[in-house]
Nanobody, 126 residues
């Protein structure tokens, strides 16, 4: 059974850097579109960043553009999301999602993703 396990959340200071990892079991992330979403209580889940099956295809939400990087670490079967210069609006539960369908391009539609992690809480303290 495919599992996605997120790590790296916690309490961080505003202005610091955040690094979240998503490791997969029984799914090769090198061939999969992968995305990070986040959700604040009372709000809809929103896309943060996504990478296609082809590593060079990436996309970012306006809220993190210029501050974030999504990348695949093939040897570890992991996708990493790094966000710099954190602010309190980055506080949310962050979810990793992956698809079993190859697509070289970035996919931003949540319904495309077959597998989801359990989520990791990030709190940015001012």
């Amino acid at each position: 059974q495919v599992q996605l396990v997120e790590s790296g959340g916690g309490v961080v200071q505003a202005g610091d850097q955040l690094k979240l990892s998503c490791q997969a079991e029984f799914l090769t992330l090198a061939f999969s579109p992968v995305a990070w979403f986040r959700q604040v209580p009372g709000s809809q889940r929103e896309l943060v960043a996504a990478v296609g099956s082809r590593d060079t295809n990436t996309a970012y939400s306006d809220s993190v553009k210029g501050r974030a990087t999504i990348s695949k670490e093939h040897l570890k079967n992991t996708v990493v999301l790094s966000v710099n210069n954190l602010n309190t609006e980055d506080t949310a539960v962050y979810y990793c999602a992956a698809s079993r369908t190859y697509d070289a391009n970035v996919v931003t539609n949540q319904s495309f993703y077959d597998y989801w992690g359990q989520g990791t809480q990030v709190v940015v303290s001012s």
